[in-house]
């Protein structure tokens, strides 16, 4: 299975900060990469798919990069809402996730 | 709109068997895949089983292979997932989810989400 590792497990931040959350894949996985929010007790959200496109409705704040086994979500002038858990998953083949980033207010 | 609702979770015993229903609307169910993801408590993701659009392929992670199968009936619009020889380890909030594109195997992300049935296994 391919693993996926994110970084940093946590972070904190402020309201109007620019945050960034990495995503590494263990082999080459092109641009089959999404990004998903995730709130407590809520099902995660889609953020972005094939590593950079946007989701319909989701806010151009949040911007993802990167192909083959590097990737990006940033969030650009964090709001409020914004504080959540995020995920990577790979679909280049049978899905895995990444263990999750937890964006908290500082 | 589109929607999933997951339905059957609850509490039972290491050993014993349940079922999980997840009834689609506002899409052509048959032409979709549909998989199952869960969520133990306090944990991350873990992707559980897929099944094609027209029910012929079905995979299934290595954690449930063996113990858990995945079905669906498309004139009713549900997907099921029998989990069988249950552990304490399965206990999970299980989520319904669906392909992104139609009419293929491809794997792909994931959207929209049901909002997902909790399961406890615990004697």
């Known amino acids: 299975a391919i693993r996926m590792t994110q970084s940093p497990s946590s972070l904190s931040a402020s309201t109007g900060d620019r945050i960034t959350i990495t995503c590494r894949a263990s082999?080459?996985?092109?641009?089959?990469l999404a990004w998903y929010q995730q709130k407590p007790g809520k099902a995660p959200n889609l953020l972005i798919y094939?590593?950079?496109t946007l989701q319909a409705g989701v806010p151009s704040r949040f911007n993802g990069s990167g192909s083959g086994t590097d990737f990006t979500l940033t969030i650009n002038c964090l709001q409020s809402e914004d504080f959540a858990t995020y995920y990577c998953?790979?679909?280049?083949?049978?899905?895995?996730f990444g263990q999750g980033t937890k964006v908290e207010i500082k | 709109q589109v929607q999933l609702v997951e339905s059957g979770g609850g509490v039972v015993q290491p050993g014993r068997s349940l079922r999980l229903s997840c009834a689609a609307s506002?899409?052509?169910?048959?032409?979709?895949?549909m998989h199952w993801v869960r969520q133990a408590p306090g944990k991350g993701l873990e992707w559980v089983a897929v099944?094609?659009?027209?029910?012929?392929?079905?995979f299934y992670a290595d954690s449930v292979k063996d113990r858990f199968t995945i079905s669906r009936d498309n004139s009713g619009h549900t997907v099921y997932l029998q989990m069988n020889s249950l552990r304490p380890e399965d206990s999970a909030v299980y989520y319904c989810?669906?392909?992104?594109?139609?009419?293929?195997?491809?794997?792909?992300?994931?959207?929209?989400w049901g909002q997902g049935t909790l399961v406890t296994v615990s004697s």
């Open positions: 989810t669906r392909a992104s594109f139609p009419v293929t195997d491809e794997m792909s992300w994931f959207d929209p």
């Open positions: 094939a590593a950079s």
């Open positions: 506002g899409f052509t169910f048959s032409t979709y895949a």
């Open positions: 099944i094609s659009y027209d029910g012929s392929n079905k």
């Open positions: 998953q790979q679909y280049y083949s049978y899905p895995t």
């Open positions: 082999q080459d996985i092109s641009s089959y």
